[in-house]
């Protein structure tokens, strides 16, 4: 049995460019399982895969289904994917494109300690053109997956621009401006606030899925004629079928791993060219 859908732009509509994909018996399977447990055996802590600096456990799994809002670990398992095994993922290093991790845009924004940022920021910000930055409103250090939207900053360095993407309207502006006011901070240099036309959801629960598309989105023109983010207004984004594409993803690389963890401890540092 095969379903046919059609992908929206995104990274892993490139990566099947742009044709017909096909759902698989085994994505399937993760779907329906991720629909709520159906048997006593039903673990969400059970570890699904293992991908580079990312666990996926069940639980994040089911965070794809349709009508799920997607955590820190979905994000970062986007982001890390992007980096490592998308067509993008050169094009990301010659351009000098950061993406930042959402628990480590949380540090930046909730802590004043030079010290303790430092520490967990990457060695290539400073070399970074662009860095994107997921931004969550959660404001309790002590409760983690908390908070209840995303949005997405673009750090233009060259044009000292913290460009705001919200597809809520302006529901994460405070945050956001928050965590530019700490960029300053981290880049040593001042930067203006810009908030950027973005396509807005028609739910309570798809930010944390646009926040995965817009940064497809952007990365794929930023890799290529342009030197500026740029407006999203005109920007086609189907969250629900992309969310299909996730588990399509989850899928293949199972097959690959095998029972095993892709990427090794070594190769979990992303170098990037200055």
């Known amino acids: 049995m ?25 994505c399937l399977e993760l779907l329906v399982c991720s629909m709520g447990p159906s048997s006593n055996s039903y673990d969400p802590t059970e570890i699904v895969l293992e991908y580079y600096d990312v666990c996926l456990r069940q639980l994040d799994v089911d965070n794809f289904k349709p009508g ?25 290093e010659d ?11 949380f540090i930046i924004t909730q802590t004043s300690d030079a010290e ?13 053109k662009w860095i994107f930055c997921p931004i969550n409103d959660n404001v309790d250090v ?4 908390g908070g209840s939207h ?8 060259e044009r000292s621009l913290g460009c705001y993407y919200d597809s809520l ?47 497809a989105y952007l990365v794929e023109i930023l890799t290529g004629n342009s030197s500026s983010p740029p407006d999203l207004s005109n920007a086609q984004i189907d969250a629900e079928e992309e969310r299909i594409a996730m588990l399509n993803l989850i899928d293949e690389l199972l097959k690959v791993a095998d029972g095993d963890m892709i990427g090794t401890k070594e190769d979990v540092e992303i170098q990037m060219t200055a």
């Open 2 to 26: 095969h379903t046919t859908v059609i992908l929206p732009f995104s990274a892993l509509g490139y990566l099947r460019q742009l044709h017909l994909v096909h759902i698989s018996d085994n």
């Open 68 to 92: 799920s809002w997607l955590s820190d670990t979905n994000i970062e398992f986007y982001y890390e994917y992007l980096q490592r095994d998308s067509p993008f993922a050169q094009r990301l």
């Open 95 to 105: 351009a000098s494109i950061l993406l930042l991790q959402p628990t480590v845009s």
């Open 116 to 128: 303790f940022i430092s520490s967990a920021l990457p060695p290539y910000i400073k070399t970074a």
């Open 142 to 145: 002590t409760k983690a997956q």
């Open 150 to 157: 995303w949005s997405l900053v673009v750090i233009d360095k």
């Open 169 to 215: 309207m302006d529901c994460n502006e405070s945050p956001s401006r928050a965590f530019i006011q700490q960029m300053e901070n981290v880049l040593e240099t001042s930067l203006t606030f810009l908030p950027m036309p973005t396509p807005q959801q028609s739910n309570e629960f798809d930010c944390g899925m646009f926040v995965c598309l817009e940064t």
